[in-house]
């Protein structure tokens, strides 16, 4: 597709409940981000992956996050366990490797609430 | 730890009364500045990469300037359409001149100009 593509775009879950979401980003983009948007609030770093390996996983929240990239592509975050405080925006965003660091293009973003 | 600080939270401008959106930034060692938009249910738009004290770039009536310690965000007689959310970002240069690629987020300036 033409830009970073990511699924679903809104989920309602209940507390303890297991989820994913989903990016497909831009096709030949090697960097993958995973960014959480709270409401009123700043982005708020997760992952960041280089081809299928994660060189830094520091802003995952706690053990409940991880996430996953395959074939260079794909890329899946998961919530296992979710809480109410994980309601928010969850954005991805991919660039390719080599060019200006800091152009990331962004999907629409999946947004996620808790009941 | 790398943190970036925006001011004003919010900013209402009547069309064509210019103005200045700022970024304070502290960073171990900065190897770019971005500035990015984003408009309400959409992900955030690259706009400006400033990498270095004194540089500046332009874009329609955008023009971004980097001092050691901020960036200002500098908006000439805008219209209705630059209303948006504009977010400001930081990337760390570590050891080497490596770099993880993690952005750093503000939480932006919510910009409302009125016709």
């Known amino acids: 597709g033409a830009g970073v593509s990511q699924s679903p775009s809104n989920k309602v879950t209940e507390k303890g409940k297991d989820v994913e979401l989903r990016c497909d980003p831009i096709?030949?983009?090697?960097?993958l981000y995973w960014y959480r948007q709270s409401l009123g609030q700043g982005l708020e770093f997760l992952i960041y992956?280089?081809?299928?390996?994660?060189?830094?996983k520091s802003g995952l929240p706690s053990d409940r996050f991880s996430a996953e990239r395959t074939g260079g592509s794909v890329s899946t975050l998961t919530i296992q366990r979710t809480q109410q405080e994980d309601s928010a925006v969850y954005l991805c965003a991919s660039r390719m490797t080599g060019t200006n660091t800091g152009e990331l293009f962004f999907g629409e973003g999946s947004r996620l609430t808790v009941l | 730890e790398d943190q970036v600080t925006q001011s004003p939270e919010a900013l209402r401008l009547q069309e064509g009364e210019s103005s200045s959106l700022n970024c304070s930034y502290t960073v171990s060692g900065l190897r770019g500045l971005f500035w990015y938009r984003q408009d309400p249910g959409k992900g955030p738009e690259f706009l400006f990469t400033?990498?270095?004290a004194g540089e500046e770039k332009e874009k329609e009536r955008l023009k971004a300037t980097l001092t050691k310690k901020e960036s200002f965000l500098h908006i000439t007689a805008p219209k209705p359409e630059d209303s948006a959310t504009y977010l400001c970002a930081v990337q760390a240069a570590y050891a080497g001149g490596t770099s993880y690629g993690k952005l750093t987020f503000g939480q932006g300036t919510i910009l409302t100009v009125h016709p």
């Open positions: 992956f280089q081809g299928n390996s994660a060189p830094d």
């Open positions: 400033l990498y270095s």
């Open positions: 096709s030949g983009h090697t960097a």
